[in-house]
């Protein structure tokens, strides 16, 4: 089974008046099968993470260590990062113009499995992946998120998510600006994904709610750039009846 490890991972960012530290020594270790859910404030440092963990440019890691059994992660390009088994689903998912959903899943699974998947399995594949996420199958040929709803971009995050099959998947703010219809379509995708038993997820986010249709194994609370405390899913509960304020030293402005 394979475990991603984090130790004491700092981030920076540059900033206008130089660097700026955001993540202060993060801890976590996810191993596949497991669902850990990461809550926390707006500003907190959740997407960071995300990104330092994909390899985003923009974030320099000033410290501390990142594997997956036992390989540097943070050597690793990201297109390594992707082969060797580590997913993000973006916050903000961007747009590849001329490029069609089917043609980006296709190349994307030839990039992690190292050969291109045959054209008539995968093609079924992809239509029963959709059917099961209830997503038109004129889908297929759009362009990827061109003019996609906040709604068919989540679907199409999850989509990817089981056609790829990752070893790790990061899912960051997944449930924000979906509809309750939306939501529960999104979340029964990571639970299959979850059944599995094959993929570890962190799944990031700001609200509960998207807590009561996928039941965490861990919990953590994230705060000013660490995780402040973990449990399991009865911390989401305490959260959702509390909120964040009692985690942040300064007095609760953050969320
Ligand atoms: P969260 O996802 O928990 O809302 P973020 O990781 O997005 O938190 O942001 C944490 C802090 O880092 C915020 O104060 C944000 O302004 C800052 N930050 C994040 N990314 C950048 C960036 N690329 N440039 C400058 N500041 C950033
Ligand atoms: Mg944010
Ligand atoms: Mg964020």
């Not at 008539?120 to 059917?131: D, F, G, P, Q, Y």
Request: hydrophobic share 35%; proline share 3%.
């Amino acid at each position: 089974m394979a475990t991603l490890e984090i130790h004491d991972l700092h981030v920076s960012v540059e900033a206008e008046n130089g660097a700026r530290e955001i993540l202060k020594g993060v801890d976590l270790t996810v191993k596949q099968g497991e669902t850990h859910a990461i809550m926390g404030p707006n500003g907190s440092g959740k997407s960071t993470l995300a990104y330092s963990l994909a390899g985003h440019p923009k974030y320099t890691i000033t410290g501390g260590t990142v594997t997956l059994d036992g390989e540097d992660v943070l050597e690793m390009s990201v297109d390594e990062r992707a082969r060797a088994g580590v997913f993000l689903a973006m916050q903000y998912p961007v747009e590849v113009p001329g490029v069609s959903v089917s043609n980006f899943l296709r190349t994307s699974a030839t990039a992690i499995r190292g050969e291109a998947p045959k054209l008539r399995t995968w093609v079924k594949e992809v239509k029963s992946a959709m059917e099961q996420l209830q997503m038109d199958p004129a889908f297929a040929e759009r362009n990827v998120n061109e003019g996609f709803s906040g709604g068919e971009k989540k679907r199409h995050e999850i989509l990817q998510l089981e056609l790829l099959k990752p070893k790790i998947a990061i899912l960051d703010e997944t449930d924000s600006g979906l509809d309750v219809d939306a939501l529960r379509q999104v979340s029964e995708g990571v639970n299959r994904v979850r059944a599995t038993g094959e993929v570890g997820t962190l799944l990031i986010t700001h609200y509960t709610r998207i807590l009561r249709y996928i039941k965490p194994d861990f919990v953590h609370v994230f705060s000013e750039g660490r995780i402040v405390e973990s449990g399991g899913a009865e911390l989401a509960d305490k959260l959702e009846a509390e909120g964040y304020e009692s985690y942040s030293t300064k007095g609760g402005a953050t969320a």
